[in-house]
């Protein structure tokens, strides 16, 4: 078994697919929409092979205000220390915002979390 991808629900399926292509090279899938439910998405495949589903639909335009139960992030090893390093300090560099890092976690991680325009977190790891 493997997971075949993660979905996401956003606001704006453009902007979100613009940053994964962006910062992670990702490709992506033709809009797909159901007018009936108000829904729209698009596929997007990382190089190495795992994907990530970026939804919308009309009445989901609730989020949270705080960290509640449920899926927390997404983990995405973008290859050692200093690529971890660097990719942070460029993402900050063009006004995204990092959380958390460059740091060693306790578990062992080395990681920067940094939120995507829609203030979804992303582990950037080694």
């Known amino acids: 078994m493997r997971i075949d991808h993660f979905a996401l629900w956003v606001q704006d399926l453009a902007l979100i697919r613009d940053f994964y292509a962006t910062w992670f090279g990702t490709s992506s899938s ?28 009309i009445d989901v335009d609730q989020r949270p205000a705080s960290e509640t139960l449920g899926y927390c ?24 915002q990092i959380i958390d890092g460059p ?21 950037l790891t080694a």
């Not at 992030?73 to 995204?96: N, Y």
């Open 73 to 96: 992030h997404l983990s995405i090893s973008v290859g050692g220390e200093q690529r971890v390093d660097e990719l942070s300090a460029q993402m900050q560099a063009s006004g995204l």
């Open 30 to 57: 033709e809009r797909y929409e159901n007018p009936a439910k108000g829904f729209a998405s698009h596929f997007l495949t990382f190089p190495n092979g795992g994907r990530l589903e970026i939804m919308s639909r």
């Open 103 to 123: 740091r060693r976690t306790g578990d062992g991680y080395y990681e920067a979390v940094v939120l995507d325009p829609e203030n979804n977190r992303i582990e």
